[in-house]
Nanobody
Framework: QVHLVESGGGLVQTGGSLRISCARSGRIFSSETMNWYRQAPGKPLELLATLPDVPVSVPGRFTIPADSTKNLMYLQMNNLRPEDTAVYFC???????????WGQGTQVTVSS
């Protein structure tokens, strides 16, 4: 019912910036959140931000830009650090039916 595709990941140097995208198709629920998560190697999934720009962690460095929509959501990441290396996922959590949808993730690697 919801298809999410992340893109824009890659290799970036410490201090650099990257903007990743989540393209969405399918249903939009009346009660839902759309979120960015990441998972670093050996670490649990971490909630980063929720559309509209509600930062949960990494405040000040990671933001959801104002031109993000539910069909195309971005994550702007600035001043990247090696510890930001992770797979970044887009997620839709639907409260109408209690479902959760995930993209396949996009790898971000920050070199020191």
């Amino acid at each position: 019912q919801v298809h999410l595709v992340e893109s824009g990941g890659g290799l970036v140097q410490t201090g650099g910036s990257l903007r990743i995208s989540c393209a969405r198709s399918g249903r939009i629920f009346s009660s839902e959140t759309m979120n960015w998560y990441r998972q670093a190697p050996g670490k649990p999934l971490e909630l980063l931000a929720t559309l509209p720009d509600v930062p949960v962690s990494v405040p000040g460095r990671f933001t959801i830009p104002a031109d993000s929509t539910k069909n195309l959501m971005y994550l702007q990441m600035n001043n990247l650090r090696p510890e930001d290396t992770a797979v970044y996922f887009c997620n839709v959590r639907d409260y109408d039916y209690g479902s959760s949808y995930w993209g396949q993730g996009t790898q971000v690697t920050v070199s020191s």
